[in-house]
């Protein structure tokens, strides 16, 4: 779900330093220990696919998803060097930064919807019924595994288990 919410937030997003600009076309997500590793595919005055590193968290009370000490990865920081100097030495690492931001409070709404619905009416075994609403959702915890991003997710609402003949 990251991907689609970085790539939903930043496609198509240009970026100006000066007269030169690129746009992001493309985001991927890959874990890497305890940090992530964006990969990011680039048109305008510089075209290709550019790696960065970086922290990511998530602000409960605002809905904010936000990547934090965005650098470039190792091999990126030398290519850029030797071919677009300048969008290395304006901070486009820093930029990337700023705008990795994201309200993600319709992504809760969605969830929040999807989930309701399969615990409404939901056959558990014969003539036993589980029943329910969902009223709050609270990001507990983030954590990035070999496999991708675990959230924990808090739940607030009703429950009930309807027995009937």
Known sequence: MINKILNDYL???KLYFGKRHVTIKN???YPANDSLILAMKLDGNVKGELFFRSKVFYDNDK???YFRGVDYDVK???????TADWLYHNGFNKKLEEILSINIDNYIDIVKNELSKYIR????YDNIYLNGSIDEINVNNLYIEKNGIKIVIDFKGNLKIEVRD
Do not use: D, Q
């Not at 990126?76 to 030797?82: E, P, R, S």
């Open 11 to 13: 496609c198509n997003k």
């Open 27 to 29: 985001v991927k997500v």
């Open 63 to 65: 809905s904010i998803l």
């Open 76 to 82: 990126t920081k030398n290519a850029l060097i030797k």
């Open 121 to 124: 009416n939901y056959k558990i």
